[in-house]
T-cell receptor
Framework: KAGVTQTPRYLIKTRGQQVTLSCSPI?????VSWYQQTPGQGLQFLFE???????NKGNFPGRFSGRQFSNSRSEMNVSTLELGDSALYLC?????????????FGPGTRLTVL | EDQVTQSPEALRLQEGESSSLNCSYT??????LFWYRQDPGKGPEFLFT???AGEEKEKERLKATLTKKESFLHITAPKPEDSATYLC???????????FGAGTQVVVTP
């Protein structure tokens, strides 16, 4: 069974631009969660989607948004990029039917903001 | 919000030198816990789910145990390929939100 895939793997943007990251979950998984990982803050939860609906959201500004499609694929968007948005962005998929399902992570997208 | 503390922050081991990592947490009610391993620049890799106090899980040289307030990850006779950052996270009480500890960075030298 194929794992979670994320595209692109690396991205370089400049301040003020916007970016869209994509995540394809494991087949049959309906929940996708997004995380930001930085050396200083560690792994921080952004949001979670299930059946095209956002069920939960972390403490990030409104510049961070996401969506999920009917095939469970998900995208996250960051508008008006800031230097501090440089991070590894990870998505994780799970079955989603229960809060306690294990999450399986993709390889991440490394975003650098110049 | 759950508080998750992992110790030590870093661990340097000789190949074959067994050790233990700790994950302690304050949660409203024990719901179980996940362990992950992360290699540099990669996504976390799922290792174990522990469901209740007293439970143990094993995988190769790793054994995870759970009490009401903490979990241990024992690494027995480690090899260099066990070098990674090990992360723990209590099972979430809200949808999709895993709250990870800061991790223990393990380096195993030949």
């Amino acid at each position: 069974k194929a794992g979670v895939t994320q595209t692109p793997r690396y991205l370089i943007k400049t301040r003020g631009q916007q970016v869209t990251l994509s995540c394809s979950p494991i087949s049959g998984h309906r929940s996708v969660s997004w995380y930001q990982q930085t050396p200083g803050q560690g792994l921080q939860f952004l949001f979670e989607y299930f059946s095209e609906t956002q069920r939960n959201k972390g403490n990030f500004p409104g510049r961070f948004s996401g969506r999920q499609f009917s095939n469970s694929r998900s995208e996250m968007n960051v508008s008006t990029l800031e230097l501090g948005d440089s991070a590894l962005y990870l998505c994780a998929s799970s079955l989603g039917g229960a809060r306690y399902n294990e999450q399986f992570f993709g390889p991440g997208t490394r975003l650098t903001v110049l | 919000e759950d508080q998750v503390t992992q110790s030590p922050e870093a661990l340097r081991l000789q190949e074959g030198e067994s050790s233990s990592l700790n994950c302690s947490y304050t949660v409203s009610g024990l719901r179980g816990l996940f362990w992950y391993r992360q290699d540099p620049g990669k996504g976390p890799e799922f290792l174990f789910t522990l469901y209740s106090a007293g439970e143990e899980k094993e995988k190769e040289r790793l054994k995870a145990t759970l009490t009401k307030k903490e979990s241990f990850l024992h690494i027995t006779a480690p090899k260099p390929e066990d070098s990674a950052t090990y992360l723990c996270a209590p099972k979430p009480d809200s949808w999709g939100k895993l709250q990870f500890g800061a991790g223990t960075q393990v380096v195993v030298t030949p």
